[in-house]
T-cell receptor, first 115, second 115 residues
């Protein structure tokens, strides 16, 4: 079975400051990694995903994440946040396998960007 | 941009009543899913559906739950006899492919309150 841990449930940050959201996973098999964002009153939207290749993945809205296999981590970063980045961010994994596409989510991190 | 749409956005129901949550997946997608998030808990996988049958389900998805694709566009989740613990946000999702790594697109959710 897989599990995902997001170490911070809430992260307050000032506008234009950098932010890092931490995600660690546990799995006995290889996984793909995802970050989703949920803006207030909206659904989950994919920010970025890691499938293979370069461990640094760039996503939408200036976010990027780095896959670290030895530390089983996939931390999300943005160098300068905007008020509009206020949202909840979810890290998720799915197994690398021939069939089946099921996501296992972390608990989420609420980011509150302050002016 | 194509999106997954869900109705209703919010439903309040009496314990023991049947509830049907409706979803219109993205039109060229072949794989459909339901996830739920109980307040304060993680987003959890319920079921995946392909080619008019369930391809995978979690332990949560017991005999009280059923899914159906009644026509070419809708995908529904039925809860036969609701319990208080079924109160949650239910997310419908779809993907073009069924293998791990395929992007799963989520709707905005249906908030179910059982009283």
């Amino acid at each position: 079975a897989q599990s995902v841990t997001q170490l911070d449930s809430q992260v307050p940050v000032f506008e234009e400051a950098p932010v890092e959201l931490r995600c660690n996973y546990s799995s006995s098999v290889s996984v793909y990694l995802f970050w989703y964002v949920q803006y207030p009153n909206q659904g989950l939207q994919l920010l970025l995903k890691y499938l293979s290749g370069s461990t640094l993945v760039k996503g939408i809205n200036g976010f990027e994440a780095e896959f670290n296999k030895s530390q089983t981590s996939f931390h999300l970063r943005k160098p300068s946040v905007h008020i509009s980045d206020t949202a909840e961010y979810f890290c998720a994994v799915s197994k690398v396998r021939a069939a089946g596409n099921k996501l296992t989510f972390g608990g989420g991190t609420r980011v509150l960007v302050k002016p | 941009e194509p999106e997954v749409t869900q109705t209703p956005s919010h439903q309040v129901t009496q314990m023991g009543q049947e509830v049907i949550l409706r979803c219109v997946p993205i039109s060229n997608h072949l794989y459909f899913y339901w996830y739920r998030q109980i307040l304060g808990q993680k987003v959890e996988f319920l079921v995946s559906f392909y080619n008019n049958e369930i391809s995978e389900k979690s332990e949560i998805f017991d005999d009280q739950f059923s899914v159906e694709r009644p026509d070419g566009s809708n995908f529904t989740l039925k809860i036969r006899s609701t319990k208080l613990e079924d109160s949650a946000m239910y997310f419908c999702a779809s993907s073009e492919g069924g293998q791990g790594g395929n992007t799963i697109y989520f709707g905005e959710g249906s908030w179910l309150t059982v009283v």
